[in-house]
């Protein structure tokens, strides 16, 4: 579509640097750009420029003052930005799948570990190589370091979501977000419910479209007595970038035990948790309207729960079910159920669907999220990864963790961008 896309970068990055006569002034490279605008448009450049990952195009502001200046203007330009992302979007989504994990160390129970301390982050770039799944396909293996953060923050299991680049870190109260592809991060504003007053759950971080904003929710639970028995109320709070604060939203649940929520899932403007209480149900969060619902399981699961697992994914744009059971820490065989309605605003208004039962061919442990080409992440016993693909019945194994399991937490889907967490002073 744009044949021009082949020129090298480091063809454009010898624009501008010909032989001259000593006594010349070399010519503004940008805006004017006399230099490059003879062989290529600005408007091109830009656009080659957008296919850039965001670490290159960082270190291209070092080949002149004036690439310097205009790459960060770049930057600060919003429309640029989002075209950059979308591009990197849409190369990921065709090409390949990033696998982003995250080694959550607790330094102060590891010392021996606290060189990692600012290496948190590995990636996986899975490749979709079809003539090449026998033998595993094609991966990439990238660490990503962090900026230098406070020596007092601690990040023991911090790791708890990303959007566009942008990584959540949080323990305690608190909470930073990252984009480490860039080298920014941010402390957040203390929460307004102290931790002291509540035990603390998830908390998930995304992109709301309909408001223009990113926000963080921070779910927890507060006990009290009625009549005697103790019971658990949800709490949660909202951070909003756009205003740098927090609120605490409304949410009416009540549990007669505590309540374990699993791993938040995002699907069109939504957060989906599976709560494992007396009375499992899904709790949903419309991150524009802020609003809470909560929805029920299909009536087939009702009396599973007892005996199975079950965890929520995300599969083509729809919420699913994973539901499993162990024998022996195996699980053989694992059912996908999924809802294409969930009408938002309405309590237990979904409509289930039982769409498939996936049958592994080698021994696995849990099932954990769908990735594109109609994969799915799994844990295996062998205390690897493994990529089970649906239409082929294939299995790849992902044998990068070099770290004990036990320290290893994980996300997926990971896309870099050149998003900035907004920081005030606390932004490096």
């Not at 959007?163 to 929460?191: Q, S, V």
């Not at 007396?278 to 709790?283: A, D, E, W």
Request: hydrophobic share 35%; charged share 20%; glycine share 4%.
């Amino acid at each position: 579509t744009f044949p021009w896309l082949a020129i090298s970068v480091s063809s454009v990055l010898s624009f501008g640097s010909s032989e001259r006569n000593p006594k010349e002034q070399p010519p503004p490279l940008f805006p004017a750009m006399p230099s490059i605008s003879c062989d290529l448009p600005e408007e091109v450049l830009e656009e080659i420029l957008s296919w850039v990952p965001p670490e290159s195009l960082i270190r291209f502001k070092c080949v002149t003052k004036s690439w310097y200046a205009h790459i960060n203007s770049l930057l600060k330009n919003p429309e640029f930005v989002n075209k950059h992302l979308h591009n990197l979007n849409n190369k990921i989504s065709s090409s390949s799948t990033l696998i982003f994990s995250s080694v959550s160390i607790a330094h102060r129970q590891h010392p021996e570990m606290e060189s990692l301390r600012h290496s948190l982050f590995k990636s996986v770039t899975v490749f979709h190589d079809h003539h090449n799944e026998r033998n595993g396909g094609n991966f990439v293996r990238e660490d990503f370091r962090l900026p230098t953060l406070p020596s007092e923050v601690n990040l023991s299991g911090a790791v708890r979501s990303h959007c566009n680049g942008i990584i959540c870190l949080a323990h305690d109260e608190t909470i930073i977000l990252c984009n480490p592809a860039i080298r920014e991060w941010r402390i957040l504003p203390k929460p307004c419910v102290s931790y002291g007053e509540f035990c603390v759950k998830p908390v998930g971080f995304s992109y709301d479209s309909r408001g223009n904003d990113y926000k963080v929710v921070r779910l927890g639970t507060d006990s009290f007595r009625r009549d005697g028995i103790k019971r658990f109320k949800m709490r949660a709070e909202v951070y909003s970038m756009s205003s740098d604060s927090w609120k605490e939203t409304g949410i009416q649940l009540e549990f007669d035990r505590l309540p374990h929520l699993g791993k938040e899932v995002f699907c069109k403007g939504v957060f989906y948790w599976f709560i494992f209480s007396g009375r499992n149900i899904i709790l949903s969060f419309d991150l524009f309207d802020e609003v809470f619902h909560t929805i029920r399981l299909p009536n087939n699961l009702v009396e599973a729960t007892k005996d199975h697992s079950i965890e929520s994914a995300v599969w083509n744009e729809s919420i699913a079910l994973f539901v499993y059971r162990q024998e022996n820490a195996i699980t053989e065989s694992i059912e996908v159920w999924v809802t294409d309605d969930c009408s938002g605003g309405v309590n237990d208004s979904c409509s289930w669907i039982k769409k498939l039962t996936i049958r592994p061919p080698v021994d696995v442990a849990y099932p954990l999220a769908f990735l594109k080409n109609d994969e799915v992440l799994m844990k295996a016993t062998s205390r690897t990864f493994v990529l089970y693909n649906l239409r082929s019945q294939m299995i790849r194994n992902l044998s990068f963790m070099d770290v004990p399991m036990s320290c290893v937490d994980w996300d997926y889907s990971y896309v870099k961008s050149l998003i900035s967490v907004h920081g005030g002073s606390q932004t490096h």
